[in-house]
């Protein structure tokens, strides 16, 4: 997976660079988002693993897929199909939000309770977390019963457990030192 990455981020930082240079930042978003989600597509997948299908064909499938396409995007769906990179366009674009999200000075922030959270103790769960990392922190909020209680937050490589199961965890292996 870690390969698909490292190919997968010349793409994104290249279509970053152009999409910033150009201030469409939000228009390419949504463009790479259509653009992954139909080479996502098992259909699409199958298309894209045939050899029989010519790379005009298959750049003709893809294209009325993901419809009205400008002239830069279509010059980047046809520079994947080239060097045989269409498969990847899911990961570019989780790297090319990942790079909006960092200009825009946005962290996400993976939260993960035992219960559900109230409103008011999200807001206010996000407004240390914004303190803490001095960013906006945008929230992707799961619940997981084996936690037994309390909150696990996960900001880039950085994990702060402050759930039971975590605090039960680091006694056992106190215990067993």
Same mark, same amino acid.
Do not use: H
């Given at each position: 997976?870690?390969? /698909?990455?490292?190919?997968?981020?010349?793409?994104?930082?290249?279509?970053?660079?152009?999409?910033?240079?150009? @201030?469409?930042?939000?228009?390419?978003?949504?463009?790479?988002?259509?653009?992954?989600?139909?080479?996502?597509?098992?259909?699409?997948?199958?298309?894209?693993?045939?050899?029989?299908?010519?790379?005009?064909?298959?750049? @003709?499938?893809?294209?009325?897929?993901? @419809? &009205?396409?400008? *002239?830069?995007?279509?010059?980047?769906?046809?520079?994947?199909?080239?060097?045989?990179?269409?498969?990847?366009?899911?990961?570019?674009?989780?790297?090319?939000? /990942?790079?909006?999200?960092?200009?825009? @000075?946005?962290?996400?922030?993976?939260? *993960? *309770?035992?219960?559900?959270?109230?409103?008011?103790?999200?807001?206010?769960?996000?407004?240390?977390?914004?303190?803490?990392?001095?960013?906006?922190?945008?929230?992707?909020?799961?619940?997981?019963?084996?936690?037994?209680?309390?909150?696990?937050?996960?900001?880039? &490589?950085?994990?702060?457990?402050?759930?039971?199961?975590?605090?039960?965890?680091?006694? /056992?292996?106190?215990? *067993?030192?």
């Amino acid at each position: 997976m870690a390969e /698909a990455v490292t190919i997968a981020r010349p793409y994104a930082e290249a279509v970053f660079r152009l999409a910033d240079a150009g @201030g469409a930042l939000g228009k390419w978003s949504q463009t790479m988002a259509v653009m992954a989600q139909v080479a996502a597509n098992p259909d699409v997948r199958a298309a894209i693993g045939n050899p029989n299908l010519a790379s005009d064909r298959l750049y @003709g499938l893809v294209a009325a897929a993901c @419809g &009205d396409l400008g *002239t830069e995007a279509q010059n980047f769906l046809r520079v994947l199909i080239d060097n045989d990179r269409l498969l990847l366009l899911p990961e570019i674009r989780d790297l090319f939000e /990942a790079l909006k999200s960092e200009r825009g @000075g946005v962290v996400d922030a993976v939260i *993960t *309770t035992a219960f559900p959270l109230e409103d008011d103790q999200l807001a206010a769960l996000v407004t240390d977390l914004e303190k803490r990392f001095k960013r906006k922190v945008n929230p992707q909020v799961s619940v997981d019963s084996q936690l037994i209680g309390g909150v696990r937050v996960q900001v880039e &490589d950085e994990v702060i457990d402050g759930s039971v199961r975590g605090k039960l965890a680091a006694m /056992a292996a106190a215990l *067993t030192r």
